[in-house]
């Protein structure tokens, strides 16, 4: 897998240098393992979580079923306890809803604070 060069000089919404979120499993638009972004991510992958139970059965009910293994976009399918790079405006959506799963702030990227609040996003940010 190639690795996005870029990764190394991107942040996160704290201003420091973006962490990764998950390798296991394998996270990221570019599946890097970072939230890391670029123009060819049209959704902004750049919220990391972990999901939760109640995340995914409400992400399901709104079109979007993270659990269900694709691979054929090598996507594994998710469970509670896994971190992912979520799409920013679906954080958001989650969190107007009462559902928002909680964030990693440090490998949170910058870039999702163009949809969401740090505000926001501190206040469900997981201990480092």
């Known amino acids: 897998m190639i690795q996005n060069i870029e990764n190394q000089n991107q942040r996160n919404v704290l201003g420091g240098p973006l962490t990764p979120c998950s390798m296991e499993p ?6 890097t393992g970072c ?3 670029g123009p060819e991510d049209q959704g902004s992958h750049t919220v990391c979580v972990t999901v939760t139970e109640a995340f995914l059965a409400f992400s399901q009910s709104a079109g979007n079923d993270l659990s269900t293994p694709m691979p054929q976009w090598g996507f594994p399918g998710l469970k509670p306890g896994d971190r992912w790079c979520l799409c920013a405006p679906r954080w958001q959506e989650a969190l107007e809803a009462g559902m928002a799963p909680p964030v990693v702030l440090e490998a949170t990227h910058e870039a999702a604070l ?3 609040s740090l505000e926001d996003l501190t206040s469900h940010a997981l201990e480092a």
């Open 26 to 31: 394998l996270t990221g638009f570019y599946r």
């Open 35 to 37: 939230c890391d972004t």
């Open 114 to 116: 163009e949809y969401v």
